[in-house]
């Protein structure tokens, strides 16, 4: 039934179809859908001037996505139009429509930001550490097995850490690494010769 009256609406408008695509039993839910991909890869090339849907939770799986999917349609100069809806970007009061979902989104996305910086806020203020907990290293290991030659590399799988975590722990001539088995000696190391 959609895409006769899709059909039958281009048809009205005089338009040529040049394609359908139709997830068939895909959730518009889901991150990836292969036509809505194929649809986006055609824009970018473009195959067609308008993209007409039957309404917009066929289209897209969230507003802020719908939003960004119209954003880059109007900056490929592609004209949207949604039946059900009875949104047509191409006509003044679509473009209005258009207009002030984009600025509700807006706001929508300036709202969130600022929850998280009151969030962080709060937790700062109640003495949380945020981030990732840092570790602390025995010097000692790392000075010990660079002597004996050791790359980046094994000393920072010895000590569990990443070779670039160790050289900037050795760099920095304070332990930031913590290990259990820091103080013991490393065996299995690699000698140069």
């Known amino acids: ?93 679509g473009k209005m429509i258009f207009t002030v979902l984009g600025a509700v989104a807006e706001l929508e996305r300036s709202l969130i930001v600022e929850r998280v910086r009151a969030g962080l806020r709060n937790a700062r203020a109640k003495g949380k550490k945020l981030g990732r907990p840092r570790k602390v290293a025995n010097q000692d290991v790392i000075g010990r097995m660079r002597l004996q030659g050791a790359s980046w590399r094994a000393i920072g799988r010895a000590i569990g850490v990443s070779p670039a975590t160790a050289w900037g722990a050795a760099r920095a001539g304070k332990a930031r690494l913590k290990n259990p088995s820091a103080g013991a000696p490393v065996s299995g190391s690699s000698h140069a010769s």
């Not at 039958?8 to 408008?13: I, L």
């Not at 695509?21 to 889901?30: A, C, F, H, N």
């Open 1 to 93: 039934m959609q895409l006769r009256e899709l059909r039958e609406y281009c048809h009205r408008r005089g338009w040529e179809i040049t394609q359908e695509y139709v997830d068939v039993g895909i959730s518009g839910t889901r991150e990836k859908r292969p036509q809505l991909d194929k649809l986006s890869a055609d824009a970018h090339r473009r195959h067609f001037d308008v993209v007409v849907v039957w309404r917009f939770d066929r289209f897209a799986r969230s507003v802020s996505h719908l939003l960004r999917a119209l954003e880059n349609f109007r900056s490929l100069g592609i004209e949207f139009v949604s039946l059900s809806e009875q949104v047509d970007t191409s006509t003044p009061t």
